[in-house]
T-cell receptor, first 113, second 112 residues
């Protein structure tokens, strides 16, 4: 059974700092991995999708990497801003006929002005 | 595009009542799914559909029914609400099951 773990559970940083959020998964037979952002009381906003054949994806100040063989992904946020404060969720899509997204429990990020 | 929309935003039910959570998307996506989010549990898949007329069970389907009569709509029915169904429910859609998934704003349900 696929399990997704996100470390740390919470992170507080000063504005301007570069930071890394970690995601690990137990079954490397994934189709893709998706990073989401969730603001309090809101839905999930897709940030980046990495296919299993890719090593990384970039969007603005965000860079996500994937090492499928070791079951790890990182989300790098450059020059963090208070508006980046949110919960960041990592989810993996299994291979074969398994269409389920398996989610981690998230990292709560607070960026202090 | 409105994207994925869900109604209602909030709902309070008494144990034993039934209701339908609505989900609609205007992106012509074939794949739609329902998740529930509980504190400390992460999001879990309830039901999904790979196209009109085709639905299947996810990880936690008990107590819920779905149908997919059109590409746009994917309602989730609670047959007889129980306090254990208190949760935040998210609908998602994507062009295909393995492509990027887009989530709605959620419905916060409380069963007393």
């Amino acid at each position: 059974k696929q399990e997704v773990t996100q470390i740390p559970a919470a992170l507080s940083v000063p504005e301007g700092e570069n930071l890394v959020l970690n995601c690990s998964f137990t079954d490397s037979a994934i189709y893709n991995l998706q990073w989401f952002r969730q603001d309090p009381g809101k839905g999930l906003t897709s940030l980046l999708l990495i296919q299993s054949s890719q090593r990384e994806q970039t969007s603005g100040r965000l860079n996500a990497s994937l090492d499928k063989s070791s079951g790890r992904s990182t989300l790098y946020i450059a020059a963090s801003q208070p508006g980046d404060s949110a919960t960041y969720l990592c989810a993996v899509k299994g291979g074969g006929s398994n269409y389920k997204l398996t989610f981690g429990k998230g990292t709560l990020l607070t960026v202090n002005p | 595009n409105a994207g994925v929309t869900q109604t209602p935003k909030f709902q309070v039910l008494k144990t034993g009542q039934s209701m339908t959570l609505q989900c609609a998307q205007d992106m012509n996506h074939e794949y739609m799914s329902w998740y529930r989010q509980d504190p400390g549990m992460g999001l879990r898949l309830i039901h999904y559909s790979v196209g009109a007329g085709i639905t299947d069970q996810g990880e936690v389907p008990n107590g819920y029914n779905v149908s997919r009569s059109t590409t746009e709509d994917f309602p989730l029915r609670l047959l007889s609400a129980a306090p254990s169904q208190t949760s935040v429910y998210f609908c998602a859609s994507g062009p295909y099951p393995r492509e990027e998934q887009y989530f709605g704003p959620g419905t916060r349900l409380t069963v007393t």
